[in-house]
């Protein structure tokens, strides 16, 4: 399978600057069909869209300030921001996507 788990989970504390931190997002993956629900400020599919081009650390902090998000996905090319909860916890599983870097909510 080409599938990853995320990996970040549990550990330490992380610093209120982790969106500034690249490292903490990975590059062409995002979660698999099926694995996550949008939630309020996603750039669709949710309450309160939030459509605005962005940049990784602008999506970073939009996930940070949105109460249900757990992970997110930008999209480099034109700055699209998906913010999503995971449906099932134990279950984070990620695919191929070009032009995407996924990431999970930083600590506040």
Known sequence: STATGVDGAGGGGVSSGACADSRAAVVDLEPADGMV???AGSACCAPSPQPAPTDRSGCCQRCS???G???YVWQPSVGTCWLMSWKDAQQRTLAPAPDRVTGER???
């Open 37 to 39: 629900l949008h939630v």
């Open 106 to 108: 930083q600590a506040r």
């Open 65 to 67: 300030a949105s109460v």
């Open 69 to 71: 998000c757990e992970v």
